[in-house]
């Protein structure tokens, strides 16, 4: 059991590139989400996804795109990337416990 | 609207003293959950404890414990003999239904041997 697994753990993107970011969890957990965390604004959600075929946007969505195909898997694209999306990107699925678990992160840089 | 204040940004202490993290929220509803986090360096954020609204016992777990006062809308984090792996910054948020998380700003535990 892994829990909530994020790939890649570092990259470098030119603005304008694209990229996927990779989250999975093997724990069936229904709710997903998407969190960014910069220096003095702690974590402000993206996207997220309360089941398979379900999305919505968060707090901060503009730039970032989400689909969820199935359950395990809830990957994260943006499609031009800019400087101001330099960041730490966290996964989280909800347990039954109501609690969010977070994958290790995904720390991005944009030239 | 719901808001979680973490008023101390960074705290310093020596080894074996012990430390409490204040945090302070704000939520209209009354059912609603309260949570603290650990990001040590690393990186990776770490769940340590959830609290519901309606279960105001304290709690303790090693060295860790929780105060819960719906009286003043607290949620304070002690540890007692801290060690140097205490480091990190600590993080509360709050929940009304656990999907939304709203976050404090957090606060950087430096402890010094």
């Known amino acids: 059991n892994a829990g909530v697994t994020q790939t890649p753990k570092f990259h470098i993107l030119k603005t304008g590139q694209s990229m996927t970011l990779q989250c999975a969890q093997d724990m069936n957990h229904g709710y997903l989400s998407w969190y960014r965390q910069d220096p003095g604004m702690g974590l402000r959600r993206i996207h997220y996804s309360v089941a398979a075929g379900i999305t919505d946007k968060g707090e901060v969505p503009d730039g970032y795109n989400v689909s969820r195909s199935n359950t395990e898997d809830f990957p994260l694209r943006l499609e031009s990337a800019a400087p101001s999306q330099t960041s730490v990107y966290f996964c989280a699925s909800l347990s039954c416990t109501d609690t969010q678990y977070f994958g290790p992160g995904t720390r991005l840089t944009v030239l | 609207a719901q808001k979680v204040t973490q008023a101390q940004t960074e705290i310093s202490v020596v080894e074996k003293e012990d430390v409490t993290l204040d945090c302070v929220y704000e939520t209209r509803d009354t059912t609603y959950y309260l949570f603290w986090y650990k990001q040590p360096p690393s990186g990776e954020l770490v769940f340590l404890i959830r609290r519901n609204s309606f279960d105001e016992q304290n709690e303790i777990s090693g060295r860790y414990s929780w105060n819960f006062q719906k009286s003043t809308s607290s949620f304070n984090f002690t540890i007692t003999a801290s060690q140097v792996v205490d480091s990190a910054v600590y993080f509360c948020?709050?929940?009304?239904?656990?999907?939304?998380?709203?976050w404090g700003a957090g606060t950087k535990l430096i402890i010094k041997p």
């Open positions: 948020a709050l929940s009304e239904l656990g999907y939304q998380l709203i």
